[in-house]
């Protein structure tokens, strides 16, 4: 299994990346599928997540409004948009297949089965 993330990059406040996590060796529409960002000295959190239940994603409160998960089944890869970013956004950011994810308990847990190698966000003008 391998999951292949991309998308960071530089970007000034209020602009807006788009991550995608590809993968092979492994179906991602058969799984939950999360995004996770960490910075140095900080714990890993959880950003976002899908389900593979018919519910609505879960989102971070503090990025709630400005990311949107989607998958692209053709394609295999999930995506994360993310809108109006702000200097606390720079991170790494690290794709996940199958995290705890119950959106309708705001709920995202901390481990998964399998990783992305990350992508860097950065956030400044």
């Known amino acids: 299994v391998q999951l292949q993330a991309s998308g960071g990059g530089l970007v000034q406040p209020g602009g807006s990346l788009r991550l995608s996590c590809a993968a092979s060796?492994?179906?991602?529409?058969?799984?939950?599928i999360g995004w996770f960002r960490q910075t140095p000295g900080k714990e890993r959190e959880g950003v976002s997540c899908?389900?593979?239940?018919?519910?609505?994603?879960y989102y971070f409160n503090a990025m709630n409004g400005r990311l949107t998960i989607s998958r692209d089944s053709a394609k295999n890869t999930v995506y994360l948009q993310m809108n109006n970013l702000k200097p606390e956004d720079t991170a790494v950011y690290y794709c996940?297949?199958?995290?705890?994810?119950?959106?309708?308990?705001?709920?995202?847990?901390?481990?998964?089965?399998?990783w992305g190698q990350g992508t860097l966000v950065t956030v400044s003008s």
């Open positions: 996940a297949v199958d995290p705890i994810c119950i959106p309708s308990l705001q709920v995202m847990g901390p481990q998964a089965e399998y």
């Open positions: 060796g492994i179906t991602l529409d058969d799984y939950n």
């Open positions: 899908i389900s593979t239940s018919n519910e609505s994603p």
